[in-house]
């Protein structure tokens, strides 16, 4: 139900992935514009962290003061996004027909102030990550136990702020915060391996 993680078996999340594929195919052919490769290879992850059991939230309280936070720092890719949030029930899926769409909340990039679920506004590439560090740093400081995830692409980890980000994650030991880098190898105007090769990105 939505509200709570879900913790569902393996082969129910990728049914999921699948069905929320589909959405997203037909909310950026509704819309006639979007990001389909970053929203649809995202997908995957976004439904692990939000329906595997790793992410505790409460859809129906947005607010709730012991959720955890995730910020998507690849802040076009926002239809995967919508999806995932829809599904988890943080507000009713029909929204989705209006992405794009003059005066909807569901914009092109993700609104704080305007769409339940989303902790910050994103869209600027390379500065999610530092956001999401000083807020597990402050979680630190608060005594609270949440945990901080965010989410960036193998394109935008090439800005020089990521690394920033995480130098001093390791330097302050900030074990309560995740990064989840979307690997599909792909940016704007090319090949990451040709643009700016990342490699080896598990090693570093």
């Known amino acids: 139900m939505p509200g709570t993680a879900i913790a569902a078996d393996v082969g129910s999340l990728k049914e999921l992935s699948?069905?929320?594929r589909i959405q997203i195919i037909n909310t950026l052919v509704e819309a006639g514009s979007g990001h389909p490769g970053g929203s649809l290879s995202e997908i995957d992850m976004l439904v692990c962290l939000y329906f595997g059991g790793i992410f505790n939230y409460r859809a129906d309280q947005p607010d709730w003061p012991d959720r955890?936070?995730?910020?998507?720092?690849?802040?076009?890719c926002t239809p995967g996004y919508y999806a995932v949030l829809a599904r988890a029930g943080y507000f009713p899926e029909a929204w989705q027909h209006?992405?794009?769409?003059?005066?909807?909340?569901?914009?092109?990039?993700?609104?704080?102030?305007r769409v339940p679920g989303?902790?910050?506004?994103?869209?600027?590439?390379?500065?999610?990550?530092s956001v999401a560090l000083g807020m597990a740093l402050a979680a630190r400081l608060d005594g609270v136990s949440w945990h901080t995830f965010?989410?960036?692409?193998d394109g935008e980890s090439q800005e020089g702020q990521v690394w920033e980000a995480i130098m001093s994650a390791g330097n302050f030991r900030?074990?309560?915060?995740?990064?989840?880098?979307?690997?599909?190898?792909?940016?704007?105007t090319g090949m990451v391996k040709e643009i700016q090769d990342l490699d080896p990105l598990a090693d570093k």
């Not at 209006?98 to 102030?113: A, E, N, Y």
């Not at 910050?120 to 500065?127: A, N, R």
């Open 68 to 76: 955890d936070r995730f910020i998507l720092s690849k802040g076009h």
């Open 18 to 20: 699948k069905e929320l």
């Open 98 to 113: 209006t992405f794009r769409k003059l005066g909807s909340p569901l914009q092109g990039h993700p609104d704080h102030t």
């Open 174 to 188: 900030a074990d309560n915060l995740t990064a989840i880098i979307d690997n599909n190898q792909v940016q704007q």
């Open 150 to 153: 965010c989410m960036l692409g």
């Open 118 to 129: 989303v902790e910050v506004s994103t869209g600027s590439l390379g500065q999610g990550l």
